[in-house]
């Protein structure tokens, strides 16, 4: 099955500080990678994704992620992190599991940025 | 605002009751999707339409069954329902519903099962 790994519970970070959320993969051919957001009592909202080309993908408010395929990653970052940042982010990977072709998630990643 | 609506945002039933969950897709986007959070099986990938069939089905119970109309709108019937059935239930959409597409999603119905 393909899936995506989030090894993070729960990530801190003061405010100003680059942020990482990290990501894993495991996908036979190519991946096709996404992030979201949840803010609290809030739907899922779309960051950025990763199809094709430049390793680097740039995405709302400010955030990026890094393809690496040596390292199977896609980690989500952005330079300054803001108080409102603080939420639950999942990374996403388009494959399949149980006969079916999809987008599955992980298991999310909580950040709080601390003032 | 993604552009998906669902209803209703909040509601509160017992077990043994069904409950049925309605989903208006973004203008323009022929593929909808419907997916489980739980805080102990994280979101799951329940069951996506297109165009008004079933494409493609993961972890959804035989308890549960969905639709799409022609006016492309989607429903999600729950039946029998078990306090484990307790969760925020999300409709998402995509223009075709192929590999890569962006999927947005609405802000969910939460549903308590008492």
């Known amino acids: 099955a393909q899936s995506v790994a989030q090894p993070e519970d729960q990530v801190n970070v003061a405010e100003g500080n680059p942020l990482t959320v990290k990501c894993t993969y495991s996908v036979s051919g190519n991946p096709y990678l996404f992030w979201y957001v949840q803010y609290p009592n809030r739907g899922l909202q779309f960051l950025l994704k990763y199809i094709t080309g430049d390793n680097l993908v740039k995405g709302s408010y400010g955030f990026e992620a890094e393809f690496n395929k040596s390292q199977t990653s896609f980690h989500l970052k952005k330079p300054s992190a803001l108080v409102s940042d603080s939420a639950l982010y999942f990374c996403?990977?388009?494959?399949?599991?149980?006969?079916?072709?999809?987008?599955?998630f992980g298991t999310g990643t909580r950040l709080t940025v601390i003032p | 605002d993604s552009g998906v609506t669902q209803t209703p945002k909040h509601l509160i039933t017992a077990t043994g009751q069904r409950v049925t969950l309605r989903c208006s897709p973004r203008?323009?986007?022929?593929?909808v999707y419907w997916y489980q959070q739980s805080l102990d099986q994280g979101l799951q990938f329940l069951i996506q339409y297109y165009n008004g069939e079933e494409r493609a089905k993961g972890n959804i119970l035989e308890r549960f069954s969905a639709q799409q109309f022609p006016d492309l709108h989607s429903e999600l019937n729950l039946s029998s329902l078990e306090l484990g059935d307790s969760a925020l239930y999300f409709c998402a959409s995509s223009v075709e519903g192929r590999k890569g597409n962006t999927i947005y999603f609405g802000e969910g119905s939460w549903l308590t099962v008492v």
């Open positions: 203008s323009g986007d022929l593929s």
């Open positions: 996403a990977v388009w494959g399949l599991q149980t006969g079916a072709n999809n987008l599955f």
